[in-house]
């Protein structure tokens, strides 16, 4: 199988035109938008399922954040 580097990819972006890479760019960019997008979506939904099972207990701010810095 090929092992392609980031710096394959880098180098092979450099020798696309100004244009072509500010596709690429853009490309890129809303296919990160998407999985972040779709990564917030599982975690909603999980989050739902879990306060449907009564799986969620009410927190003070405050709780919330000692718990998270935790």
Not at 2 to 7: D, E, G, H, V
Not at 16 to 43: G, N, P, Y
Request: proline share 3%.
């Amino acid at each position: 199988m090929l092992q392609i580097t980031f710096a394959d990819i880098l180098e092979a972006a450099d020798r696309l035109t100004l244009q072509d890479q500010e596709e690429l760019v853009r490309i890129l960019a809303h296919r990160l938008r998407e999985q972040k997008r779709s990564a917030l979506v599982k975690d909603v939904q999980e989050a739902q399922q879990e306060f449907v099972k009564g799986g969620c207990q009410p927190t003070s701010p405050e709780d919330l954040m000692k718990e998270i810095l935790a």
